[in-house]
Structures are given as structure tokens and as C-alpha cells.
């Protein structure tokens, strides 16, 4: 909606990984060196954790981007819940092998005769595991036992293991201790900084054409990266918003109070609240149904929030909606020209 007005190419801010958006912050480069260096090496495991939405799913797809160069065959995987017969049946989709009703044996053999011929090619096998914290113990250690497929004593397959910063602490059990061994690098995806957070909102924005238009002031950059933590999934929803708030309110520059004006609408949604000692210790209102006066107090200040919020949603539903009943009105317009310009055709 907003991309014509700001005369974008494509939505900046969009959630879905596209490697075109990669930016290179200090963090990012560095689990990109990490990556690289557990490419070369072409064994063993390299494990990259980080926080819901730092960007490590963004991380694999620009890897992925770059394989050509080093003659892998690359599938990714992301885990859930699975046994290890569902894991190996898994990975053997993500490859592209046949799966569907076969034994644990059959399935082994698959995969092993798949990379013995990406070896005979000259190609090696990559799998990426994503989301690896919901893997059970049985799962890695079919994965660990896949690491034991070698030729001429090099390793058949090599994986990266991502997931959040949970799965360091999984990594850390005892029974995880075949699984360390193997562990080449590993390396944990934190937020980016202030400077990093002004960088990579006009990286994206230059990604899709942006020629100054909104423009920034310091302190708008401020107010985000204090509101996102650096986290660029949050970013990204911020910002998506901001454009959406200046193409309604026709504002071609965002300072400090823009930001805060689109931040204390997002509070009052369900992604962004935040409800610990909203309610007593058991969960509902405390002394017998009676709020506190400090509860009192919250829960007051939350619905003039909300008000304040819904006044300011309502104009901008109204603009919306009657955008769209322009287009339609000028559409139905150009109808009956066009019909009348087809019937007249010889």
C-alpha cells in the first residue's frame, strides 16, 4: 500500500527471509565466517544460536545463495517434535529421496547411496537443521550417526545445527557429549547495535529504491532500537508499521515523535504486551476478586490506551476505505469504455 507512495519497488520490511535484505552487521558477518570456515573444513557440525527473529534463517538463505561457488548439495530442514525414524524420513525428503513407507534400514540405505553418488560427482552434502532446539536426543543422535557415512575417511555429509539460544544449553546434557565432539565452530547470533540498527533499516530501504524519501532523523533511529532491543524481526514490524502510519498521515519524515506515536499503538496489541503483574499471584484478581490499586490503576491506564489508540486507528480505517472505493469507483468508470472500445472492434 505504501510502496507507490514512497515510490518503493517491493515492501522493505517484510517478515519472510529474502536474501536479497542480508545485511552484514559485525554478528552476521561473523556466523557468515563461521559458516564459510565449516564449509571448507567440509565435516563435522557448526552450531549458530540466536534469539527468535535475530536473523538466522535470513543467515542460511544468503548462504544458499553462495553455494554454486563451493559444488554442494544443500537441503534444509526444520525441525519439530520428531522421533528418529521421522527425523531420518526427513532428511531424506529434504533431499529429495523417496521416504514415504519405508523401514529405518531402507532409509539409511537411501542416504547412504545418495551421497555416495554427490561424491562420485564431486559434490558434497550439506543439511541444514533450523529450529534445532525441538530436536529430541534420539533425533541428534541420528544425525550425529549420519556424520559416520565417510569415503577414503572424508565425511559424506556435513550439518549446521541452528536454533535458539536454548539449544547452548541442550548442547551442554551429557548425553550430548558425542554430538560436542563433533561441534567444528559454533557461535551465538546476538542484537545488533544502535549504529548497526541506522544501518540496516537503510540498507533495506536502498534494497528497494529508497532515494531519502521518508527521511529519518537521529533520534527516530534512537527510538527504534530501543523500543526492537536490535532484535531485526522487530524491527522489521516496527518499521513496516511506521511506513503504513506515514503513507496514512502523508508524512515524508519520521522523528522521535512519529516513532513513539506508532509504538504506543503497537503496545496496546497482543504481540507486544506485556501482562506480569497485571493479575495476582494465581493468575486472576487477588484479595478474594478485589483488584489492588496499583492492578486498578494498571488496568485503567491500559484502557485509555486503548481508546487513545482506537481514535487514532479510526481515521485511518476511514482513509483506507475510501482509497479502496475510489479505485473501485474508477474502475467501474473505465468498464463500460472498454466494453463499449471491444464491441465496436470490427
Request: hydrophobic share 40%; with cysteine.
Amino acid at each position: 500500500m505504501y510502496e507507490d507512495y514512497y515510490r518503493f519497488s517491493a515492501k522493505p520490511f517484510q517478515l519472510n527471509p529474502d536474501p536479497r535484505f542480508f545485511y552484514g552487521s559485525k554478528g552476521h558477518r561473523r556466523a557468515m565466517a563461521y559458516l564459510d570456515y565449516g564449509l571448507s573444513l567440509g565435516e563435522g557440525f557448526i552450531v549458530i544460536t540466536g534469539e527468535v527473529g535475530a536473523g538466522k534463517t535470513t543467515l542460511v538463505r544468503n548462504l544458499f545463495r553462495q553455494l554454486e561457488a563451493h559444488n554442494l548439495v544443500a537441503a534444509q530442514l526444520v525441525s519439530t517434535q520428531l522421533d528418529a525414524e521421522d527425523t531420518l524420513r526427513s532428511v531424506a525428503a529434504s533431499f529429495g529421496l523417496e521416504h514415504e513407507g519405508l523401514t529405518k534400514s531402507a532409509l539409511l540405505k537411501n542416504l547412504e547411496a545418495f551421497l555416495i553418488a554427490a561424491t562420485r560427482q564431486g559434490k558434497r552434502a550439506l543439511l541444514v537443521v533450523d529450529e534445532a532446539q525441538n530436536l529430541t536426543s534420539r533425533a541428534v543422535e541420528e544425525l550425529r550417526m549420519l556424520s559416520n557415512y565417510q569415503n577414503n575417511e572424508r565425511s559424506l555429509i556435513q550439518t549446521f545445527l541452528l536454533g535458539q539460544p536454548e539449544f547452548r544449553g541442550i548442547l551442554q546434557s551429557p548425553n550430548m557429549q558425542q554430538l560436542r565432539q563433533r561441534v567444528v565452530a559454533s557461535y551465538h547470533l546476538g542484537p545488533i547495535d544502535a549504529d548497526e540498527t541506522r544501518g540496516y533499516i537503510e540498507h533495506r530501504l536502498r534494497t528497494v529504491g529508497w532515494q531519502g524519501s521518508p527521511s529519518f532523523d537521529a533520534e527516530a533511529f534512537a527510538a527504534l532500537h530501543l523500543f526492537t532491543g536490535g532484535i531485526p524481526r522487530r524491527i522489521n514490524t516496527t518499521c513496516d508499521r511506521l511506513l503504513l502510519f506515514g503513507f496514512l498521515e502523508e508524512k515524508t519524515h519520521f522523528g522521535e515523535a512519529e516513532v513513539n506515536e506508532v509504538i504506543a499503538d503497537l503496545k496496546n496489541e497482543v504481540a507486544h504486551q506485556d501482562f506480569h503483574g497485571a493479575t495476582g499471584v494465581n493468575g486472576g484478581a487477588s484479595n478474594g476478586g478485589m483488584l489492588h490499586n496499583e492492578d486498578a490503576a494498571l488496568l485503567t491506564q491500559r484502557v485509555e490506551q486503548m481508546e487513545r489508540s482506537v481514535n487514532r486507528i479510526l481515521p485511518i480505517v476511514r482513509k483506507i476505505l475510501y482509497t479502496v472505493s475510489e479505485r473501485n469507483a474508477a474502475a467501474d468508470e473505465a468498464a463500460p469504455a472498454d466494453r463499449q472500445d471491444s464491441t465496436s472492434q470490427p
